[in-house]
């Protein structure tokens, strides 16, 4: 089985996160997407997230219907940081014999020789990421034969999908604008229920 896990904050999911992980099906004819929520990223500890089960239940709505993608809470029942490493080698043992394919955004793939345990991310997993602009394609190529001489296996699919940012997203629900059309409209309904994203305070998670 060929599977494909997309990490991330998800903090909120939103329409390109969505568009992106179903090219990778397409593309790659991916059998199964694995989208997982973070519970602390080391690269974006900040104030003002979302608890991670408001996260959770975002992308289990933005994904509702799509019967190739399962939300894990893989990373949600890890304490302290997310590692890729780590989840990887737990994913590789629930999925023996699997083909994991890593995705990532363009930044996130220009910096993952630094991750943790960036050998053990190569063994594991193909890395792969998308351009967002025409630059994006030239520079990505060359950092994928950089990575290649360090024994990664990498894939730069040229195409494009909708630029949206989770910061704007967060931006506009502070600011009362609306944020409809960047993110599934079941995940609009939740974020405005649930009061996410308003200034000062954050709320808890309330069970049901």
Known sequence: MKIAVFGGSFDPIHNGHVELSQAFVSLLSIDKVLVVPARVSPFKLRSGSADPRHRVNMCRIAFEGYDNTEVSEIELLR?????????????????P????????????????????????????AT??????????????KEHSLMLESMGARTRILDIR???????RIRELVRNGS?????????????????????PKTEPEYEEG
Request: glycine share 6%; hydrophobic share 40%; net charge negative.
């Open 97 to 124: 014999g699997s083909e994991l394919f890593l995705i990532t955004g363009a930044d996130a793939f220009l910096t993952v020789e630094s991750w943790k345990a960036p050998q053990e991310i190569f063994r594991l």
């Open 79 to 95: 304490d302290g940081a997310s590692y890729t490493c780590e989840t990887l080698r737990e994913l590789s043992v629930y999925y």
């Open 127 to 140: 890395i792969c990421a998308l351009p967002r602009n025409n630059d994006d394609i030239r520079v990505l």
């Open 161 to 167: 999908v909708a630029d949206i940012s989770s910061t």
């Open 178 to 198: 609306s944020i409809s059309g960047l993110v599934p409209a079941g995940v609009e309904r939740y974020i405005r229920e649930k009061g996410l994203y308003l």
